[in-house]
């Protein structure tokens, strides 16, 4: 499919596919969509109000985000860890990553910090399904696959549901997957996402997920966060 890059509102710019007129990110801004719906509502919420004996660092935050794309989820999420200096293990699911010309167009680094342009090349230069540190707060592991072939259990605090639009490939927005999204997260974990589909909102439920409705972020009215509550929680 015919792919080009874009500049988005907030001049960040992302990839869009041209067939299914779809981008990697929102066009009202990347990097200001990413910052909302992921550090925002996902690490931050999760370091700061679910797990507040993080903040002394003792305990790393793992996440698993599904659609590792440009890298940007997990740039901003090495930043975040380095300035908490909060360790954070971080594992980025993509069926077809994004192809280096692609990434070297991108102009994140620029806009964030251009103080950490070897972390973001180092993000993408090192190899697949091999963990890898980034710094000393930041461990990444690129894993190439589907998202229907994730077997984990029990492993990660939070995950970045990052899939493209149900518009366009409603087989990744189901039961079956957001099943497999339960049974990846810790007891008390959370699930983040930019959508906020009620079909969406609705299959979360169904597999036991608690699901919020928040702001969205710029040009979008909302978004979902899911929690995964403990089995012996009180109902």
Same mark, same amino acid.
């Given at each position: ?7 988005t ?8 596919? *041209?067939?299914? +007129?779809?981008?990697?990110?929102? =066009? @009202?801004?990347?990097?200001? %969509? ?19 004996e ?49 990434i ?9 910090? *251009?103080?950490? +342009?070897?972390?973001?090349?180092? =993000? @993408?230069?090192?190899?697949? %399904? ?16 589907f ?32 099943s ?12 983040v ?25 710029p040009?979008k ?15």
């Open positions: 499919m015919k792919r080009k890059i874009i500049t509102s907030d001049g960040s710019k992302t990839i869009q596919i *041209e067939d299914w +007129n779809e981008q990697y990110h929102s =066009i @009202h801004g990347a990097i200001q %969509e990413a910052n909302h719906v992921f550090i925002k509502h996902g690490l931050l919420f999760y370091y700061q109000s679910c797990h507040p993080l903040v002394s660092g003792s305990n790393s935050i793992s996440i698993l985000e599904i659609g590792f794309g440009t890298g940007l989820n997990a740039f901003l999420a090495y930043l975040k860890a380095e300035e908490l200096q909060q360790p954070i293990n971080y594992v980025g699911v993509e069926a077809y990553p994004v192809k280096s010309e692609e070297k167009q991108l102009n994140y680094v620029e806009l964030i910090s *251009e103080n950490n +342009n070897a972390e973001f090349n180092k =993000i @993408h230069s090192i190899p697949w %399904e091999e963990a890898q540190k980034i710094s000393p707060s930041f461990t990444l592991e690129k894993q190439e696959k998202f229907k072939d994730i077997t984990d259990e029990n492993k990660f605090d939070i995950i970045y549901f990052d899939a493209f639009g149900a518009r366009v490939q409603p087989e990744l927005w189901t039961e079956d997957i957001f497999i999204m339960y049974k990846a997260l810790k007891d008390n974990g959370v699930l996402t930019y959508s906020a589909k009620g079909s969406v909102r609705r299959a979360m439920q169904a597999v036991g997920f608690t699901v919020e409705r928040l702001p969205g972020p040009g009215r909302e978004m979902l966060r899911a929690t995964k509550h403990s089995a012996n929680a009180e109902s």
